[in-house]
């Protein structure tokens, strides 16, 4: 009995860790944790210059080190603009005026130019009038689904769009596809991606919560291995 009370403090602190930070499985999945279904509803601008880029939008680049690489781009359905000295896609739905200027700064240096000055001016907006209760969603998906790479989905503004709602809007699983230990790469604060696993089995059965999307996230699907 006193060997028992002995290690009981140690259960405890234990037990606290796994409060405070999470469970790490075997295969290095870590359990979701509360904040991890936390959504924050995205606000929107009255002024539509200051709304997010969005497919069907033009959008006119100046590159000031080489004029070659600019010119002017159309917005595509998918979320990205055609750059074939660049991405050749590169995304920019989503982002700020400013943001995608910047991203397409940080293309250039890693990839054509030492220093690039980007200038990119939005000279076409896409009417909203026939989406304007939607946003649009960057959602990336690999490993055993229908269609693997990066999506653009319409949501209802406001409302979260779930890992398994994203893999059946986009297709469904794949033959072999293991459900039962996807898991969702997210970035914290730090830059460091976390693993957090995903049942999707029991998602589909109703035994447990999809987990909301957040930008960046990046949604992991692993085969099925058999034993023989």
Known sequence: MHRQLQFAPLALLTACAFVVTGCKTDSGLEQARPDDYATTPRPTASNPLYQPIRPGDVLEITVQEDPSLGG??????????????????????????????????????????RTATVTLDRVFIAPVSAMADKEQTLVYLTGKVARPGQHMLSTEIGAPLGAYEAIMITGGLSRFADGKNAHVMRQ?????????????????????????????????????VFGF
Do not use: Y
């Open 72 to 113: 002017s781009f159309t917005v595509r359905a998918e979320g990205h603009i055609l750059m074939p000295n660049v991405g050749p896609r590169v995304s920019v739905a989503g982002m700020s005026v400013s943001g995608a200027e910047q991203h397409i700064k940080r293309l250039l240096e890693q990839k054509k130019l």
């Open 188 to 224: 914290d604060a730090g830059g460091i991606r976390r693993k957090i696993g995903l049942n999707l089995d029991a998602v589909a059965q109703g035994a447990a919560r999809d987990l909301p999307l957040r930008k960046g996230d990046i949604v992991v699907v692993p085969e099925k």
